[in-house]
């Protein structure tokens, strides 16, 4: 059964740092998601992308975030300069239509902790 | 701006038992979705729903509109349901088409053998 996968699994870095988190959706699936949750707390909508092109973005995502699709089977967020709130766990998610139609496909999530 | 609210926070049963977890919500949706958290932290989605009643095996879910209210029924608890079962709802299509998610804070559920 096609998956969602994210690498790496767990990522710790230093305050400032940038760091990359990937993501591969099902491959032929369109709206692709980022969202985070950070320990005991309930899980945020960061990005939608479709269209190679951001359609909605929460607050949460300022300058220092980005994402990017690079090829046809990568979805990376980059977050710049890396805050200690930044810690959470961030999950990709795909659907082949948008989230009002289709059931979107979580990745495991990548644990990024920030010292 | 939707709100969801889950209730319970936490649910303690016994293997066998009959589960029900509720979800409301403040406003029109165009979709609600179960999802199911594991203690590694993975996210399964469970159901999608806009109307009625959907049935997998021992889960059933089931959306009022009218009163902006689902609930997550499990049947013959197991304790490998043991998890955190989470409701989210998508906005209408009509409110600028946004895809994202709104998440409640999740119900953890523990059954016991």
């Known amino acids: 059964e096609p998956e969602v996968t994210q690498t790496p699994s767990h990522q710790v870095t230093q305050m400032g740092q940038e760091v990359i988190l990937r993501c591969v959706p099902i491959?032929?699936?369109?709206?692709f998601y980022w969202y985070r949750q950070i320990l005991g707390q309930k899980v945020e909508f960061l990005v939608s992308f479709y269209n190679n092109e951001i359609s909605e973005k929460s607050e949460i995502f300022d300058d220092q975030f980005s994402v990017e699709r690079p090829d046809g089977s990568n979805f990376t967020l980059k977050i710049r300069s890396t805050k200690l709130e930044d810690s959470a766990m961030y999950f990709c998610?795909?659907?082949?239509?948008?989230?009002?139609?289709?059931?979107?496909?979580f990745g495991p999530g990548t644990r990024l902790t920030v010292l | 701006k939707n709100e969801v609210e889950q209730s319970p926070q936490n649910l303690t049963a016994q293997e066998g038992e009959f589960i029900t977890i509720n979800c409301s919500y403040s406003?029109?949706?165009?979709?609600l979705h179960w999802l199911q958290q594991h203690p590694g932290g993975g996210i399964v989605s469970l159901f999608m729903?806009?109307?009625g009643k959907k049935k997998h095996g021992r889960l059933i879910a089931t959306i009022n509109i009218q009163e902006k209210h689902s609930s997550l029924h499990i049947t013959a608890s197991h304790p490998r349901d043991s998890a955190v079962y989470i409701c989210?709802?998508?906005?209408?299509?009509?409110?600028?088409?946004?895809?994202?998610?709104?998440f409640g804070k999740g119900t953890k559920l523990t059954v016991n053998p």
């Open positions: 989210a709802v998508s906005p209408p299509i009509t409110q600028g088409g946004s895809e994202k998610l709104v």
């Open positions: 998610a795909s659907s082949d239509f948008s989230a009002s139609y289709n059931e979107q496909f």
């Open positions: 729903l806009s109307s």
């Open positions: 406003v029109g949706i165009s979709a």
């Open positions: 491959s032929n699936h369109l709206y």
